[in-house]
């Protein structure tokens, strides 16, 4: 399976500043191809930037949310179709920021999973746990809840168009990056979930892990078992360093 390097950019860059790390993740991927799918999960105001920027690229862009819904009156967000049309190919749902600090219910995150993928757009769902329900012994519990509620009910076409990528929360943005060990441990049980709910087609679905990779960690991270790519925040919003990161992936 191709791996699927991504580039979680959060909440920041200015138009301009996305234009200009795009850009330059551009020309270094035609300078030396990569054999691995890029894609950079922008800011609402940034992607159509972003897209124009890799349009002669093999790199896409993403969207960091959406709602589950046409158009309507819901002040404040973004449908799929206006997610497609700013040249959005995919989006990230379940991201622990916006399932611990903004409060979503793994109930919307499958909402929004099932709607974004019936619209058209690829689908990375994020999953993970935080600390204290790892030492807790809920790890498994966990992710189980968060890949049922998550994955669309009856969905049997998800392969090419659909990805979940681990983060445990305690590793996302504090410089601890979840040991070989643990990853390949945990990438294993999301493996066997996966196909549990989906049969043969759960071992075609990418499993990404996130949490503070850095060009450091990123060779010996996707060398491991059921690592099928890697979302990278922090370390992706230089061009320099996310580039390092796709060449020793
Ligand atoms: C993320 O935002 O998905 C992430 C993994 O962040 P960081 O790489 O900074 O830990």
């Known amino acids: 399976m191709q791996k699927i390097i991504a580039a979680n950019w959060k909440m920041y860059k200015t138009r301009q500043e996305a234009r200009e790390t795009a850009a330059a993740v551009a020309a270094a991927l035609n300078e030396q191809p990569a ?24 790199a896409q862009a993403g969207a960091q949310d959406v709602w589950p819904a046409v158009e309507g009156a819901f002040t404040g967000e973004i449908s799929p179709r206006m997610l497609l049309d700013a040249g959005a190919v995919w989006v990230l749902t379940g991201h622990s920021e916006r399932r611990h ?56 076409a998800l392969e090419g168009r659909f ?8 590793a996302i943005g504090t ?21 549990e709910r989906l049969g043969e087609a759960g071992n075609g679905i990418p499993i990404l892990y996130g949490g503070s990779v850095k060009p450091a960690n990123a060779g010996s991270l996707i060398g491991l078992d059921n690592v099928d790519g890697l979302l990278i925040g922090g370390a992706s919003l230089d061009a320099q360093s996310f580039v390092q990161i796709i060449r020793r992936a």
């Open 163 to 170: 990805a979940v990528a681990y983060e445990p929360v305690w």
């Open 35 to 58: 054999p691995h799918e890029v894609v950079v999960f922008a800011p609402f105001t940034a992607i159509a930037e972003v897209a124009d920027a890799f349009a002669a690229s093999p």
């Open 101 to 156: 600090v903004l409060g979503e219910s793994d109930e919307l995150v499958g909402r929004k999973t099932a709607f974004a993928l019936e619209q058209g757009l690829k689908v990375m769902l994020c999953i993970g746990e935080k600390l204290e329900e790892r030492e807790a012994g809920r790890l498994e519990a966990v992710l189980r809840r968060q890949l049922d509620s998550g994955l669309p009910a009856g969905e049997n």
């Open 175 to 195: 410089g601890k990056v979840a040991g070989p060990d643990e990853v390949l441990a945990t990438h294993a049980v999301v493996r066997r979930l996966l196909c």
